[in-house]
C-alpha cells in the first residue's frame, strides 16, 4: 500500500524557512514521479515542484524558483521540501503525491496517491 506522511509545517514570519518531509512508503522511489503541492483556502490545488522518475531531475513553478529547493533520500524514502524566502502568499496546505504512470508533472490530477497535507502560514 502506498502511504505518504507529510510533517514539518508551522507558522512562520515573512521571509523565514521551512522544510518538509515526505515519508514514503509501499513502492520504489526510482519508479514514481514524485512532486509537492500546495492549496491555499478558497483556491485550486497548484503544483510547487516535482522529482521526476525517469532522470531524477527537479522542475519548479516559476512562483517559487530560486527559493523551494526539493530533494529527496532513497535511503530513508523520504522527499524534502526547502521553503526559504517565504511570502504570505506561500500560506496553504502542502500535500506530496507520487504516482508510477507519469515520469513528472505539475498538474494535481495526474497523481493518484496523496499524503494528508501539513499546513504553512506565513504572516506578514
Known amino acids: 500500500e502506498v502511504q505518504l506522511v507529510e510533517s514539518g509545517g508551522g507558522l512562520v514570519q515573512a521571509g523565514g524557512s521551512l522544510r518538509l518531509s515526505c515519508a514514503a512508503s509501499?513502492?520504489?522511489?526510482?519508479?514514481?514521479?514524485i512532486g509537492w503541492f500546495r492549496q491555499a483556502p478558497g483556491k485550486e490545488r497548484e503544483g510547487v515542484s516535482c522529482?521526476?522518475?525517469?532522470?531524477?531531475?527537479?522542475i519548479y513553478a516559476d512562483s517559487v524558483k530560486g527559493r523551494f529547493t526539493m530533494s529527496s533520500d532513497k535511503a530513508k524514502n523520504t522527499v524534502y521540501l526547502q521553503l526559504n524566502g517565504l511570502k504570505p502568499e506561500d500560506t496553504g496546505v502542502y500535500y506530496c503525491?507520487?504516482?508510477?504512470?507519469?515520469?513528472?508533472?505539475?498538474?494535481?490530477?495526474?497523481?493518484?496517491?496523496w499524503g494528508q497535507g501539513t499546513q504553512v502560514t506565513v504572516s506578514s
Open positions: 503525491a507520487a504516482d508510477p504512470m507519469i515520469a513528472a508533472g505539475m498538474h494535481p490530477g495526474s497523481f493518484d496517491y
Open positions: 522529482i521526476s522518475s525517469s532522470d531524477g531531475s527537479t
Open positions: 509501499g513502492f520504489t522511489f526510482d519508479d514514481y514521479a
